[in-house]
């Protein structure tokens, strides 16, 4: 579990984190969600030790503070900018990194055609990065942060930028890694991965944690309404509900009905709810 | 320590792969240190210069009309730069390579020039290092010429030409009653030779008379100045090298920070000083070979001379890590690839020219020189050539070896401290 207690952190007089406290549970995927300068990054690089909090704690159940180099050993992080080598091959990159977190010989050279096999890049292991597709490299930057086996991943919109087809592989990857008992902390601006993939979210907005629960949950508590459209002889109707099927059942007795399509409140609609539709920079 | 040692192993990787890159590292150095290296020897190999008016002292012992004739005679030369001075110094300043060559017109030289029928030719002597034979050569060339020329104005002047056989006749009359034979012999071919003047023969008419001797004092000169021209700017060469692996470095210490692969290192179990000590070695690794390259060819192709290898690998230690220091430096001033290469040009271009990376040293006016002890590039040079050429003792490399020492260290630490508060921040 990742615990983050209260924790405070200001660049100038600029407040990135104004005391949040939350935990990661153990073997799920925890969404982060927020505008633009929510502070998710921030937290990201407090979990992953860059950077101290002002106050507050954050810490690894059973192991400590990740400031702690030896703590730190157990998490893995795959940045939203690709963060790899372009004049190395997808190879050399996962070595690089493996010998970084201190894997040797066999066992190194296990894990890296463990990463390159489970990110479908075995065939390109010889290729430079340069030379590889967006998909590719996104997915050779998940690698990169499995290929030390952490116990925690912490994954900064791990699709940004990349095609269905490798959206839907990282996607994939994701579940995986969960079943095979991985903690991971996943931040996101595409809501429907979150709806996907995550088992709780927690939206976030100014540097503060304004709601935080199950995707379901949160959309029961703060979607609003479902909206049905009836299509009848006379015309389209729109109605608002918080019981869609009762609703429909009452009118198909009171009129002819000729279809209808019941539009169910998003993550989407609880996250505008949460942070507002004012454009960010 | 392994961790360190992958990531300097992959940035020389990454820099084999960089054709840019491996160019100013290796192959720009080489270039400067060979264009420089012909500039400054005018063309030639290197072996001494060519001067058009050979600097040479003039020193009259003999102090009669006929020495002070001679040295006039010398003086309006266009071949030589003539200055008088006393033997003395004029020894010491060819000892100290301050001047190519001393004249001595000894004693005698004017009772020699009078009595030049019955006495032996009068004697001139040349001071000068047994290594200048081209110069050797030429002054002597010029004497003979200028000795000739003295002969020719007294056979060509009536007065003159009457005094010495006046004088010779005097001497002959003293002499041992055996050598009146010579006399008559003398005045007799003095008569064949007077008739023959009207003829074009006159202007080889001594070829039986030796004008003067010259006689040749070896002054092997104290070595205070390079060999070569190449000496100097190989060292010179080795410096731009490093410059060009510093401002590399530096921008790729940037480069990562942009493209977030430094974010991934330093979220691995790495403290800040081990990612910073991995680029750190890296650039030391990169100018130690791109200098052991340019020397090698400063030695196998130019003909230079090392003094002390021993020397020269202790002194490209010492540089090599104090600019792997300056290096930390000016990654952090710069937080784009660009303003990281702008900045670390700009400064180092700065430190090179009053540094002597430009202007060899021994060619700097002396304010100059007093403001080059500000740059770390003339520490740097001056614990290579002290090694190569100037054969300094450990007692004089002491100085640069400590200068180097403290800015490399004092840069790291700076740079290292502004590092992790960019970092934490």
Known sequence: ?281 | MIAIWTLAMKDLRILLRDKAGFFFAFFYPVLIAVFMGVIFSGGDSGSGSQINALPVYLVDQDSTSASQKFAETLAQSEDLQIAPAGLEQAQEDIRLGRKAAYILIKKGYGDARENMFASEAPVVEIGIDPSRRAEAGLLTGLLLKYGAQDMQRIFSDRSLMRRQVQTSMRSLQESAPEEYAGLYQFLSSLDSFLADTTSSAADSAFTGFEPLRVEEKKISRQRTGPPSSFAVTFPQGMMWGIIACVTGYAVSLVSERNKGTLLRLLAAPLNSYQVLGSKALACFITTILASIILMLIGVFVFGIHVASCFKLALGLIIVAGAFAGVMMLLSVLGKTENAASGIGWAVLLVLAMIGGGMLPLFFMPDWLKALSSISPIKWGILALEGAIWRDFTFRELLRPYLVLAAFGFLSFFIGARLFRWSHQT
């Open chain 1, 1 to 281: 579990m990742i615990t983050f207690e209260n924790i405070r952190k200001s660049f100038g007089k600029t407040i990135a984190v104004d005391g949040i406290s939350f935990e990661v549970r153990p073997h799920e995927i925890f969404g982060l969600l927020g505008p633009n300068g929510a502070g998710k990054t921030t937290i990201v690089n407090m979990a992953v030790g860059l950077l101290k909090p002002d106050s507050g704690t954050v810490a690894l159940s059973g192991f400590g503070s990740p400031r702690d180099p030896k703590v730190r050993v157990k998490i893995g992080v795959a940045p939203q900018t690709l963060s790899l080598y372009d004049d190395l091959s997808a190879q050399e990159n996962l070595e690089c990194f493996g010998k970084v977190y201190g894997l040797r010989g066999a066992k190194l050279r296990e894990r890296v055609a463990w990463s390159l096999d489970f990110v479908g890049l075995s065939e390109r292991k010889n290729d430079r990065v340069s030379n590889l597709s967006g998909g590719m490299k996104r997915r050779l930057n998940l690698a990169v942060a499995l290929v030390h086996n952490p116990e925690y991943l912490i994954l900064d919109e791990p699709t940004a930028g990349v095609d269905p087809q490798s959206r839907i592989a990282i996607f994939d990857n994701i579940e995986q890694l969960k079943k095979d008992g991985c903690t991971i902390i996943y931040t996101t601006h595409y809501m429907e991965e979150a709806e996907r993939l995550c088992d709780r979210v927690g939206i976030m907005d100014c540097g503060r944690l304004l709601a935080m629960d199950a995707v379901d949950a949160l959309i029961r508590q703060h979607g609003g309404n479902s909206t049905v459209i009836i299509e009848k002889a006379d015309g389209r109707q729109t109605i608002e509900t918080r019981n869609p099927v009762e609703d429909i059942l009452k009118l198909q007795k009171e009129t002819e009905l000729r279809g209808f399509r019941v539009l169910h409140p998003s993550l989407e609609t609880v996250f505008l709810h949460f942070t507002g539709r004012t454009l960010r920079d």
